[in-house]
């Protein structure tokens, strides 16, 4: 019986989503304290980028799937670091907009042709799409983890909903990007095949990928 070899797609997945779970500790403004202004807008253009990079890679929704899996837990591992529990505002918030963004990429790509996906334009539409359904689906945070999603000082309004066009602008270029990167991780697949095939890609790139996040992440919250 022959053994089944994980596909180098996989190991590009583990790579991309540490890089995606470390982004989200370095670049976001910590976990102490709810995302202020319009950090989450940003977050969540950042969250498309490697979504379509996903997408791209896999064609699957299960590429997007074990993406998102790898950046909630390496968010649980940050809160882990900083003593936060998970029902916390800037724990499990956070992770729902994850699975939401993921979502709504998703339904937004079924309904974009193919054929429109494959061009720029399309690309950006993909992205406000899907930028604008995670935004409006985000407020109903509370419901999922019993926290409140953050809101403009005074106000009741929710961040995610002031801040949209960031978020949607934001969006409109780091998908066609995403997409950009993932034809260009494509292309370079084919062009090292025999590396990319090989046990070391795929056995030790994506563990080695994922344990530097891991350390960096531990160095970067320890010596903060």
Not at 166 to 181: C, E, H, R, T, Y
Not at 190 to 216: D, M, Q, T
Request: charge should be positive.
């Amino acid at each position: 019986m022959s053994q089944k070899n994980p596909s180098p797609h996989f190991a590009n997945i583990v790579v991309l989503g540490a890089v995606w779970g470390f982004a989200e500790a370095g670049l976001g403004l910590g976990l102490q304290r709810c995302a202020s202004l319009a950090s989450g807008s940003i977050m969540t253009g950042v969250a498309f980028l490697f979504i379509a990079v996903a997408w791209v890679l896999t064609r699957r929704a299960a590429g997007i799937v074990l993406m998102v899996a790898l950046v909630t837990l390496m968010k649980l591992f940050d809160a882990f670091l900083l003593g936060l529990p998970v029902k916390h505002g800037a724990v499990a918030n956070p992770i729902f907009a994850f699975w939401m963004e993921a979502l709504a990429f998703l339904l937004i790509i079924a309904i974009v042709k193919e054929s429109l996906a494959q061009k720029k334009h399309g690309q950006a539409i993909l992205g406000a799409g899907a930028a604008l359904l995670a935004v409006n689906i985000f407020p109903l945070v509370k419901f999922a983890t019993g926290i409140p999603a953050c809101v403009l000082a005074g106000t009741g309004y929710p961040l995610s909903l002031y801040y949209a066009p960031i978020a949607v602008g934001l969006s409109m270029i780091m998908v066609p990007a995403g997409f950009w990167l993932g034809d260009r991780i494509a292309v370079s697949e084919n062009a090292h095949e025999a590396f990319v095939r090989g046990k070391a890609f795929r056995y030790w790139i994506s563990p080695v990928a994922l344990a530097v996040s891991l350390l960096l992440m531990a160095v970067m919250r320890l010596a903060g």
